[in-house]
């Protein structure tokens, strides 16, 4: 089966400017999550949804993240304005269900901003 | 929330030898306990897992055996080869949520 698609791979952008990060979960996966792992962390969960209801949203610092999976199925997380601390990898993850915990990540968008 | 902890953060050993590695958590309710392995560059990947009704999984090389009195997992990799050179996280969730909060992760160095 495919696995979870991200993109871009990389970017770099000034602190202030926007960035968007696209996510398309496994076939058939109703459960998505957007996690940051910066150098030397482990992923921290920022927002997780079941189909196209977010679930849990309290990491995400709502200034200036958002995040969305109108039709339930790709996703899109996007920053603005963004900051030097905001410079990390962006993982996106799917499972089938919500009470299924294994994780398949995608490859992840390292953000680096300048 | 979840506190998880794991140790040690880095870990040098010798081809051939085995590695152990220990992550303790907060929430005594917790029931399912992953380790991620994540490659220079890579995605961070499920290699082997264990629910709270049993002690000990292996998988060939690799095992994880779960003690919840005290509430901490370890993972064992034996005979450990070049390519286990990786970063693993622990990971829990904590009780009534579906998510996984993250180790900081221990970086796994195999030397030929």
């Known amino acids: 089966e495919a696995g979870v698609a991200q993109s871009p791979r990389y970017k770099i952008i000034e602190k202030r400017q926007s960035v968007a990060f696209w996510c398309n979960p496994i076939?058939?996966?109703?459960?998505l999550y957007w996690y940051q792992q910066i150098l030397g962390q482990g992923p921290k969960l920022l927002i997780q949804?079941?189909?196209?209801?977010?679930?849990?949203d309290s990491q995400l610092p709502k200034d200036r993240f958002s995040a969305e999976r109108l039709k339930g199925v790709d996703s899109t997380l996007k920053i603005q304005p963004a900051k030097l601390e905001d410079s990390a990898v962006y993982l996106c993850?799917?499972?089938?269900?919500?009470?299924?915990?294994?994780?398949?990540f995608g490859s992840g968008t390292q953000l680096s901003v300048l | 929330g979840e506190n998880v902890e794991q140790h040690p953060s880095t870990l040098s050993v010798q081809e051939g030898d085995s590695a152990v590695i220990k992550c303790t958590y907060s929430?005594?309710?917790?029931?399912?306990f992953p380790w991620y392995k994540q490659e220079l560059g890579k995605r961070p990947q499920l290699i082997i897992d264990?629910?709270?009704?049993?002690g000990e999984k292996k998988d060939q090389r690799i095992a994880v055996t779960l003690n919840k009195t005290a509430k901490h997992f370890s993972l064992h990799i034996t005979e450990t080869q070049p390519e286990d050179s990786a970063v693993y996280f622990c990971?829990?969730?904590?009780?009534?949520?579906?998510?996984?909060?993250f180790g900081k992760g221990t970086m796994l160095l195999v030397s030929p």
């Open positions: 993850a799917s499972s089938r269900d919500r009470g299924s915990e294994k994780l398949f």
């Open positions: 076939s058939g996966h109703a459960t």
């Open positions: 949804f079941q189909n196209n209801g977010v679930v849990d």
């Open positions: 929430d005594s309710a917790s029931n399912y």
């Open positions: 264990i629910r709270s009704n049993v």
């Open positions: 990971a829990v969730p904590p009780s009534g949520y579906s998510t996984l909060t």
